[in-house]
C-alpha cells in the first residue's frame, strides 16, 4: 500500500469554527489531491497539488483552502466550517497521468 | 470537461453468478480509465486500469474490464461473484489535459448468499 496518512481520522467540530486535516505521505509523489465523498455524489475533487505551493481548485473548492509548504504534506483548512461540510474526506497522491492512491479518509461532522 | 456515468447505483448478484458493473465515460481522445473498489470505512483501491494498450484489462481478484470505443464504454466484469466482493465499485477517467479525475458516482454490489 502507498504510505498516505490522514489525521485526524474522525473530527466533531461546531459550526464556523476554523477546522484543519492534514495528509502526509512517504512516496515523494508529486501530485496530490483532497476530495470528499458524499453519498449519491461518488467523489469530488476539492483541490489539488502540483508542487510545492503549486495549488489549484477543483469542481467543489468554495469554503476550503490548501496548502503545501513541503513535498509530503498537503493541508485542507475549512475557514468556518458549516452543516454542508460534514462529510468524509479522502487525500490522494500520484505521478503525471498515474493512478491515484488513497489515504483512510477522515470523517467530519459539522454540527 | 470529462464525465463518467455508472448505470444502476445498487446492483445485486447472487453468489457465483456474473457480474457486472456499467461505466460510461465522455471523451473526444481515448482516455486513461479505472476502476477502484472500497469496502466499508475504507479508501479507495485500485482495481484495474486502461492506459492505451491492450483493451481487455484485467485486475486484481477476477476482476476485468474491456474499453470498447465505439460505445464509449468500460464496463467491469467477474465470472463468478463472491461475498467479499459486496463493495463500493467507483469509474474514473483521468483528463486530457492536466491530471485530474473525474469519478462516477458510483455502484454499490450486494451479493446474495
Redesign the interface.
Known sequence: DAGITQSPRHKVTETGTPVTLRCHQTENHR?M?W?RQDP??????IH?S?GVKDTDK?EVSDGYSVSRSKTEDFLLTLESATSSQTSVY?C?I?E??E???????TRLLVL | AQSVTQLG?HVSVSEGALVLLRCNYSSSVPP?L?W?VQYP??????LL?YTSAATLVKGINGFEAEFKKSETSFHLTKPSAHMSDAAEY?C?V?ANTG???Y????TSLTVIP
Open positions: 501530485y489531491y476530495y449519491g455524489h461518488g467523489l469530488r475533487l489539488y502540483y477543483g479522502f490522494a500520484s503525471f497521468k493512478t491515484q492512491y488513497f489515504g483512510p479518509g | 447505483s486513461y479505472f477502484y470505512n475504507q479508501g479507495l483501491q485500485l486500469k467507483f474514473a483521468s491530471n485530474q479525475f469519478f462516477g458516482t458510483g
